[in-house]
Every structure is written in structure tokens, then in C-alpha cells.
């Protein structure tokens, strides 16, 4: 095992507290004693089967199955097992991610690290490590979540790829001529609602979006930047037949399935690569992406910080819309959910809604917005 990258990796990408990393570092080795080296299992399988046989579920217990792994467990077999299972995860997708080969580091952390330690020796206090939510708890609270889960009838979300299929050419021909991309928004079946169009990022774009400052140079890659109602329209035409306007449904907040930021994005922990795909370019597209977004009720948005939540989201969204549109741009696709007990199908969610007849309207809209921007580009440019 990679010790010592892994637990810059735990520390540096995941974020995760001194006591926490210790733990995870302590049941990877622990699995090694008696199931050999991680390391070894991955370049194999990537970690396949060792994972399936730490899979111990909850009618194995109750049938008195013994689980197929070898690691001794005392105490509640499920429970101790399931923690090895998500040691041994975490450890797979450090395995994926560049910093396996190249240990993540900087000035700033070094920095950060330095003044630790001189708090440290000064006797400054740090925050406790609390434990982390078991497996099981997760399992519960998905299935709480689920159905309260907002997603799109796939209609409306197909009736918006369709019209972007028709439009495609002539909305990449003005784009390319202000040299944005056009297949960053418009790949081959994508449901985004406004081509050009993404989220500020950064003081800078945040600074010049809420007119406090003036940018030297006009941001990248778009027409323009947007605070977050561009993802809105589509949903406030489905229900109210009219576009965004600042309010929505009471107790609820949109949130975006897949990451279309540019900086800290997840790709590479929750999607693969097409075979000779190389890294994708920015994803800003999944940013007013119809099958993008899902409303979930506004005490309980968890799913931000929860990787497990965020993958079965995403689970549902590939059901729904897999077949009326491409959710995510080549070369990525979606990982395949390796354990049965969490794929979406064994939840119970709410069924799609909204009203497709407002669809026409919709659209009509985004050419509009889209014509507005694209002149506004243009005398922006203008000497």
C-alpha cells in the first residue's frame, strides 16, 4: 500500500481530520494482514473482488452466513465489515486519481502544516475528530432522501436535447466565432438549455457578476456568467408556465447532479473515461443542463459532502434520461454501481413530474436569451 501518498491524498483532496485518516490508513493495513496487498489487488481487478467480499449484507447476518473475506471481526460483523469496505474504497479511488502516482502537495500546505505545528508547540488547542456516519446510517438516510427527491419527466428532458440536435449547428457556428467551444455545451445529445451560458467562479467573476468591479479581460469560455437561475427557467416554465423569478418551491433547492465547475471538480472519483478518451475539457454544459439538476428538500442536502448520496442521485438521473439524451459529455461515462444493495433501483423515489406543454414556450425563451446574449457578446467585442 502507498502510505504515505494515501494519507496526503486523505488529508490534502479529502479533507479528512488527523484521527479520521489514522483510522482509514489502520483498516487498509488491517485488510492487507489477512486479504495481501492493496496494491496488488488493484493492478489485478482494480479492487473488485476484494470489495464483493467485504460486501456482507444485512440478510447474510440474519441467515448466519459467514462473510467471504478473511479479516477477523469482533463485535457486529456487518458493521466491521462495511468500515473495511469504505477503507478499502477510498483506497481504490486514491488508486484512480493522479495522486497516486505523484503525492499531492503545495506551498500553501506546507505553509498550513508549518503553522500547525508552531500552534502546536505553542499549546493551541485543535478541533476534536467527532466519528463519521456509519454505513448504515447513510443507508437510512438515503433511503429517507430519495423519496423526497425532485427529477424532470425524461419527456421534457428529451424535448430539450431534440431541439438542441436541430439548433446545434448554428448555435456552434456563433460560438466559435467568439472561440468558445461549442462542444464544452452542445456534444452530441446534450440537454443543456443555454449553450455559453455557466456559473461565476472566483472573487474576480463574483466581484464583475454583481457589478462591483469592472474585469480586465471578458470571461472564458462563455457569453455569460450567471449566479444560479439560468437552471431554474426550465423548471419554473414546467410548473408556472412563466420563466425564473427568484422563487421557488417553499423548503426546496435545486442541486446539481454531476459538478460543472471548472476547480475542484469530481469527475474523476465518480465517472470513467471512454477507452483513448484522455481528460475531458471543462464542463461547464452541466451547468444549465436539463438532466442536471434535481430539487431535495432544503434541511436535508447532504449530498454536497456525501459521495455515497451523490452517486445514487446520479444512479437515477442515468435511469430517467439515459435514453432520451447524453447526461455527461464524451469522453466520460458512468461508473457502474458495484454493489447491489445501493443501486437506484432498490430505492423507492417519487415519480418524475412536470408538464411537458409548457415545453414549447421554454424553448422559445431560450432562443430569445440565447439571440440577447450572443448580441450582447458581439458589441462587447466591438472596438
Not at 181 to 200: K, M, Q
Not at 333 to 357: H, L, N, T
Request: proline share 8%; aromatic share 10%.
Amino acid at each position: 500500500m502507498r502510505t504515505r501518498r494515501f494519507e496526503k491524498w486523505l488529508d490534502i483532496v479529502r479533507g479528512l481530520g488527523s484521527g479520521t485518516i489514522a483510522s482509514r490508513i489502520a483498516n487498509c493495513e488491517r485488510v492487507e494482514r489477512f486479504e495481501g496487498d492493496l496494491d496488488v489487488h488493484f493492478e489485478a481487478d482494480g479492487l473488485q473482488r476484494l470489495i464483493e467480499r467485504l460486501t456482507y449484507l444485512a440478510e447474510d447476518e440474519r441467515f448466519g452466513r459467514r462473510p467471504d473475506h478473511g479479516v477477523p471481526i469482533s463485535g457486529n460483523v456487518r458493521n466491521g465489515s462495511a468500515t473495511l469496505k469504505s477503507a478499502v474504497k477510498l483506497y481504490r479511488e486514491f488508486r484512480r486519481s493522479p495522486h497516486s502516482v505523484q503525492a499531492p502537495g503545495s506551498q500553501e500546505t506546507l505553509a498550513r502544516r508549518k503553522r500547525s505545528r508552531a500552534w502546536a508547540q505553542r499549546g493551541v488547542s485543535r478541533w476534536p475528530d467527532w466519528p463519521q456516519p456509519s454505513e448504515e446510517t447513510l443507508f437510512t438516510l438515503a433511503q429517507e432522501l430519495v423519496p423526497l427527491a425532485r427529477f424532470l419527466d425524461p419527456a421534457i428532458v428529451g424535448a430539450v436535447a431534440e431541439d438542441n440536435r436541430r439548433r446545434r449547428s448554428e448555435w456552434s457556428q456563433r460560438l466559435e466565432a467568439f472561440g468558445i467551444d461549442p462542444e464544452i455545451y452542445l456534444w452530441d445529445g446534450s440537454p443543456c438549455a443555454f449553450p455559453g451560458v455557466r456559473r461565476h467562479a472566483g472573487g474576480k467573476e463574483i466581484s464583475a457578476f454583481r457589478n462591483r468591479s469592472t474585469p480586465d479581460t471578458p470571461p472564458v469560455h462563455c457569453l455569460a456568467l450567471d449566479d444560479n437561475d439560468y437552471p431554474k427557467h426550465l423548471w419554473a416554465f414546467v410548473f408556472t408556465g412563466r420563466p425564473f423569478r427568484k422563487r421557488g418551491p417553499d423548503g426546496y433547492q435545486l442541486a446539481h447532479i454531476f459538478d460543472h465547475k471548472e476547480h475542484g471538480n469530481r469527475w474523476n472519483e465518480e465517472l470513467d473515461v471512454a477507452a483513448g478518451g484522455g481528460n475531458p475539457g471543462p464542463l461547464f454544459g452541466l451547468f444549465t443542463s436539463a438532466s442536471n439538476a434535481a430539487y431535495l428538500p432544503a434541511f436535508l442536502r447532504p449530498t454536497n459532502f456525501s459521495h455515497r448520496l451523490r452517486t445514487l442521485l446520479q444512479g437515477r438521473a442515468i435511469a430517467l434520461y439515459g435514453e432520451v439524451c447524453r447526461p455527461v459529455p464524451p469522453p466520460l461515462q458512468i461508473k457502474a454501481c458495484d454493489e447491489p444493495v445501493w443501486r437506484p433501483e432498490r430505492f423507492s423515489w417519487s415519480e418524475p413530474m412536470g408538464d411537458p406543454a409548457h415545453i414549447p414556450a421554454f424553448l422559445s425563451f431560450c432562443r430569445e436569451r440565447m439571440y440577447e446574449l450572443l448580441g450582447q457578446q458581439g458589441r462587447a467585442r466591438q472596438p
